[in-house]
């Protein structure tokens, strides 16, 4: 047998003496590793950082001296390792009896995520106490580095660094860094303090603070978010100093106060909550004194669910303001600007077997113009659902819907609405067809306080006769170069409802559904349970699919629909012209991942009558890298909207990128939704975001301007300007709302994959 080498016997024999062996068992532990019971561990825990059980300690260097059980030197890239905790440095003393490590000349230590470099160590291993003269230090999770004066270990997790800085750029030449007195680590919390701080830009003093915070991984925080400041035309100047309360890992609550200079101080949060069984966001504005409207003014929007509660699941929808012209005046987007009628929805739920209960309160705030043609109340609706497949090869299906109607608005039709809509199907096929035939009766009782357009007893049973078919096809073909599996599915559904006289009913929720492929192969023209049009109509069509046989994806999707009618229409709705056609428009739909970072989604819809297009929608987008996308859509809807949208994030340089979104509308002639005539409108700027975004390595500014159109026909400007110093804050103004929502698919270069652990960077 070869003998060892001897630097191996004297690692070896090392050890053995660290882990406590000595004589006779250390020369066995060297030639048998016997005497150590290991345990083996299917994951790296951090669990086992706060263990209090005997670690063994391993080391190794060039030469070694000392008194064996007091003090042990090793010199010449002298190492130990003990539970996570590795010194390196040109000499290391350990003293066993007191558990503590002098390093000298070239320490580097690496502990629970932060390395440390610098000349001189005094440490004591387990209790993690001790100094280190004149370090450096360097966080792998963030990315951050700096110096210190001295650091102080002052147990496990804490670490105290005195005249410190820190910054996340390049260490030699920093763009920024925070100098503070004392700088606090805790890495049992994840949470860096710093006292009596000033943060430098460009060697330029920007910001003091006896308090700043410094994450030291990705976990959230309490503490005062970095304040932001705001300038539009309609609310002017405005200071917003937000502080974040990390309540738990699941809850959490943003407060914000904001100073402006038109309308006073506004206090405002946004509160969240995820628990096993219940999600939920409240967000509220109040301002207790307006100076322009010199009134009190508030604003609140509540979602809540829950999934079981003892079997039942519950949840609502409640939003509200204070007066009409809240939007008008506190709206930051065209969005917000836009709502009218604010819903308080509430709701209760529960399935027993096949059967399901809902019962539901809907009432609504309505604004402005909404005051004129409000929605209608639901107060209460109860709702009774039951769906059984495949009994001897049946599907039955059946609700059941008690809703009373009202609304404040003179005139209008007030009362209950019964509906039982019973429906039996027989679906039958095989892997490559089906047929489903299907019957249905829609028996509906009203029970009015108020009809002005009939009485207020009536009563009215429609069935409805449907056969639906379909086949599917497949081949191997190829697309741009790749293999693919092409589908061809094709499909007939004819429908046959007989003619009802419905003109007494009042219209409570009814509207003729948009053109859509799922509306083509609806068994109904309206939405709604106040009107069934009669039908005796047939519609075909086709989609073919483009599928990569090894992953299964979708690459690309075309279809065409067309809905072919043998009667007149004869039910309608008051105010909305009836069909006076043969055939229904044609659809054409087109979507799909083209390769190349191009995506496309389009619908036209096709007049037969006169060749026009009376609607239609295309949107493509080219996302070719992470840093590059350009978005284009197309929207048109006679005499509804023409818009063309546009948006980008593009470099223009290795530094420098485009930013922006141009929302134009090119429409002459709009009708009305109040008079329902056609009015002439003029081409107009909708919404216009523009911006430069400047990204260094640790650092990135953005300049955002933004310009759009209210509801009420009034123009909003703002402007924003903003410097992120990476692992730190943001300071300035916050254009990310306005970005994310303006150019979808926009992403901060900052961000980066969350590590999932502190172990990123273990040596």
Request: hydrophobic content about 40%; glycine content about 8%.
């Amino acid at each position: 047998m070869r003998r060892p080498s001897p630097a191996h016997a004297f690692r070896a024999a090392l050890a053995a003496a660290l882990l406590g062996c000595s004589g006779a068992a250390g020369a066995q532990a060297a030639d048998r590793a016997e005497g150590v019971a290991l345990r083996l561990e299917t994951e790296l825990r951090e669990s086992n950082l706060t263990s209090d059980a005997p670690r063994p300690t391993f080391a190794r260097g060039d030469t070694v001296s000392g008194r064996l059980g007091r003090e042990t030197t090793l010199e010449g890239e002298a190492e130990i390792r003990r539970a996570g905790t590795v010194i390196r440095a040109d000499r290391i003393t350990l003293y066993e009896a007191d558990d503590e490590v002098v390093a000298i000349g070239n320490v580097r230590l690496a502990r629970e995520g932060i390395v440390f470099t610098g000349p001189q160590l005094q440490l004591k291993l387990d209790a993690n106490e001790g100094s280190f003269a004149s370090p450096r230090f360097y966080l792998p999770l963030t990315g951050g580095s700096g110096r210190a004066e001295r650091i102080d270990f002052l147990g496990r997790g804490e670490v105290e660094m005195h005249d410190a800085t820190y910054t996340t750029c390049r260490p030699e030449d920093p763009d920024w860094y925070l100098r503070a007195e004392s700088l606090s680590l805790d890495r049992t919390t994840d949470e860096g303090n710093a006292r009596w701080a000033t943060l430098y830009f460009k060697d330029l003093p920007i910001a003091k603070a006896p308090f700043f915070g410094v994450p030291l991984g990705d976990e959230r925080r309490s503490g005062f978010l970095a304040p932001t400041l705001s300038l539009s035309s309609t609310l002017g100047a405005e200071v917003r100093v937000p502080y974040y309360w990390n309540i738990a890992p699941n809850r959490d609550l943003t407060f914000f106060t904001n100073l402006n200079v038109r309308r006073g101080l506004q206090l405002a949060g946004i509160a969240r909550y995820l628990e096993p069984t219940t999600i939920g966001t409240t967000r509220f504005e109040y301002n207790p004194s307006d100076r322009e409207a010199n009134r009190s003014r508030w604003l609140f929007d509540s979602i809540h669910t829950t999934t079981d509660i003892g079997g039942w699941q519950a949840g609502w929808v409640l939003r509200g303001v204070s007066d009409d012209r809240y939007f008008i005046d506190y709206a930051r987007s065209i969005a917000q600007s836009a709502e009218r009628s604010l819903p308080r929805d509430a709701f209760v739920s529960r399935a027993f077997g096949d059967w399901t209960v809902r019962a539901r309160m809907l009432q609504y705030q309505n604004i402005l113009e909404a005051r004129a043609a409000p929605p209608y109340n639901r107060l209460p609706q109860l709702t009774v659902t039951n769906n059984q497949r495949d009994l001897r090869g049946f599907d039955f299906g059946l609700i059941a819907d008690a809703t009373e109607f009202s609304r404040d608005l003179p005139g209008s039709a007030q009362g209950g609405r019964m509906i039982v809509n019973p429906s039996i199907a027989y679906p039958f096929g095989g892997p490559s067809w089906f047929v489903t035939p299907k019957a249905s009766l829609h028996a509906t009782s009203y029970r009015l306080d108020a009809n002005p357009s009939g009485p207020r007893s009536i009563d009215r049973a429609v069935p409805t006769f449907s056969l639906d078919s379909g086949l599917v096809f497949e081949r191997s073909t190829t697309l741009g170069g790749r293999d693919v599996v092409q589908t061809l599915e094709p499909r007939l559904l004819y429908v046959y409802t007989p003619y009802r006289d419905q003109s007494a009913i009042p219209v409570f929720d009814s509207a003729v559904a948009n053109l859509s492929f799922a509306t083509l192969f609806a068994e109904q023209l309206f939405v709604g349970g106040d009107r069934i049009a009669d039908a005796n109509q047939l519609t075909a069509g086709a989609v073919s699919r483009f599928i990569d046989p090894s992953t299964g994806v979708e690459s690309l999707r075309l279809g065409v629909a067309q809905r072919a009618y043998f009667t007149e229409q004869r039910v309608t709705i008051p105010g909305v012209p009836s069909r006076n056609d043969s055939r229904s428009d044609v659809l054409f739909v087109a979507s799909g991942n083209l390769g190349g970072g191009h995506m496309l989604d389009a619908g036209v819809q096709v007049s037969v009558a006169d060749g026009s297009v009376p609607r239609f929608g295309v949107s493509w987008r080219w996302w070719p890298t992470a840093d590059r996308i350009l978005n284009v859509a197309l929207r048109y809807q006679e005499l509804g909207f023409a818009q063309i949208d546009t948006s980008w994030r593009w470099p223009v340089s290795r530094r420098w990128a485009a930013l922006g979104r141009v929302n134009y509308s090119v429409l002459r002639e709009q009708l009305s939704p109040v008079t329902g005539a056609v009015q002439e409108v003029k081409p107009q700027l909708l919404e216009g975001v523009v911006g430069l975004e400047y990204h260094a390595d640790c650092w990135t500014t953005r300049l955002v301007a933004q310009r759009y159109v209210t509801a009420t026909a009034q123009r909003t400007s703002a402007f924003f300007v903003q410097l992120e110093l990476n692992g730190l804050a943001r300071i300035g103004l916050d254009p990310f709302d306005i970005l994310t929502r303006n150019i979808p698919g926009y992403r901060a270069p900052s961000q980066r994959p969350v590590t999932p652990s502190r172990f990123y960077g273990y040596e």
